[in-house]
């Protein structure tokens, strides 16, 4: 073989090294990813069965996170005192199997009997209703899930608070710009009615996590065994020109 062709295949080999490499890591990436996948959807489905739980103390609040305490379902009085509340934007729920099409969550403030001020997604309200949004000065018990809030991206399209429209669920944003004072730093999505009005309509979530991440590590490390025998057919074809 001459020199020059001598180089071309360590040249190509090499290449196709990385190349290979870097499939191959993003399959056992992939296989991570599942395992991880697995125990989320075991975590949230033992979360979503259990009973509800009091709203963890004040003092226990900057140590929830998503990881640990997301969909955790928690029960608790407090008093909606008439506070103005926002609309989130929303097409669907992926999480509530009883909504579809465009609407709104109905966030509002509610207070604690501690005097601390808990966000709450009242529930789904299908364009063209409204929300009741009338005080309560008795305490209310109110149970759902613990979430946490949403980061805006880019093409997330800006809040308006003069309308109380939001487009993220961003519950400390909404705190500043409506005046609620300082709120907590997740917010509760209801799962059960806290009034006799249709809407809003809180309800169950439901969580549904796609796990094809096996699919996925196949398809790389297939990509992975493909680029190598085209490096062996091309090498075979530049041996037969010799």
Known sequence: MATSSRRAVVGFAAVTTVIVAVLVGLGLWQLDRKREKRELIAA???????????????????????????????????????????????????????????????????RTGSGQTVVVNFGFVPEGQSAASAAEPAPLTLTGYLRFPETASWFTPDPDPTRRIWYAREPAVMAKALGWGEAAPFYIDLAQPAGSAPWPKAGALDVHLRDQHLQYAITWFLLAVAVMVAFGVWVAGQRGKR
């Open 44 to 110: 949230l489905t033992e979360r979503l069965a259990a009973a509800p739980v009091p709203l963890p103390p004040v003092a226990d609040w900057g140590r929830l996170t998503p990881e640990h305490d997301e969909f955790r379902l928690v029960t608790f009085q407090a008093v909606r005192d008439g506070r103005p509340h926002a609309a989130v934007f929303t097409s669907g729920s992926a999480l509530r199997p009883d909504v579809n099409g465009i609407g709104t969550w109905d966030f509002a403030p509610v």
